[in-house]
Structure formats: C-alpha cells, structure tokens
C-alpha cells in the first residue's frame, strides 16, 4: 500500500447539515477511534475528548477531483491527518482518501466534505458526504 499526503488545515465553515440517527459507524481495534465511510454519511457519532474519527472516501486525484473537508466548529473537532492510499504503483490509480479528524472539547460539529475539483468554483460538488460528531466530556 502507498501513502501520499500530509497533515492539513480543514477550512472552518458554518456548515449544518440534518442527521439521522442509525446503525452505528464500525470501530477499529483501537479505543477511541471511529471509522467512517460514505455509507455512513449523515450519520451521528458520539465521541469524548481526544478520540478520533477516520473517514475513508474513495477517490482518484488523477482526475482533478478531491475531497475537501469543512468542520461547523473547529473547537470541538479538529482535522489532523489527510493521507491518500492505493493499492497500485501505476500513476493515475484509484485509492481512498483519508481524513482524520480529532475530537478536542465538548460540544457538536459537522464534517462535510465534497469531491470536486478545487478550481471549479461556481460548479455543484460530484459528490457530498456529512457526518455529525457530538463530544461530551
């Protein structure tokens, strides 16, 4: 597998977005650290204090497209990692994208996140996803 990326600033925006109670997102191995997918979109997730939530979206930057993350309220939760991974070693190969997100006090905040391509300003997203994170103490 091969990672590309870096740790980025999420864009702070005053997003809101209705959520629906459900089935709840898989946990990993690891107390504390919830994983997300687009299956899991406008779900609600319940975090406390220094967990965190990883969302994996499919994607192929070769094209243009990307995932960009906006948070409601960055005090509460804040993006700590973006990586790209993929199974192939062949320029232009699809992989997923992968946010991680850390939950810093409480409160709630949206995640939306939209695929498009960054210089497209006035044209709809591809896609959208949203996931509503509460943090109690």
Do not use: H, K
């Amino acid at each position: 597998m091969f990672i590309v990326g870096s740790t980025v600033a999420a864009a702070v925006g005053g997003c809101t977005a209705a959520s629906s109670p459900g089935p709840g997102p898989s946990e990993t191995g690891e107390r504390g650290i919830v994983e997300l997918s687009e299956g899991d979109s406008s779900r609600v997730v319940e975090l406390s204090p220094g967990e965190s939530v990883v969302v994996r979206l499919e994607s192929n930057p070769s094209t243009g497209y990307e995932w960009g993350a906006e948070l409601s309220d960055s005090s509460v939760l804040s993006l700590s990692g973006q990586t790209f991974e993929t199974e192939s070693e062949l320029a232009g190969s699809p992989g997923v994208e992968v946010f991680t997100f850390q939950a810093e006090s409480a409160g709630r905040s949206t995640i939306s996140l939209a695929y498009r391509r960054p210089w497209e300003t006035d044209v709809e997203p591809e896609e959208t996803v949203s996931f509503e994170v509460v943090v109690d103490e």
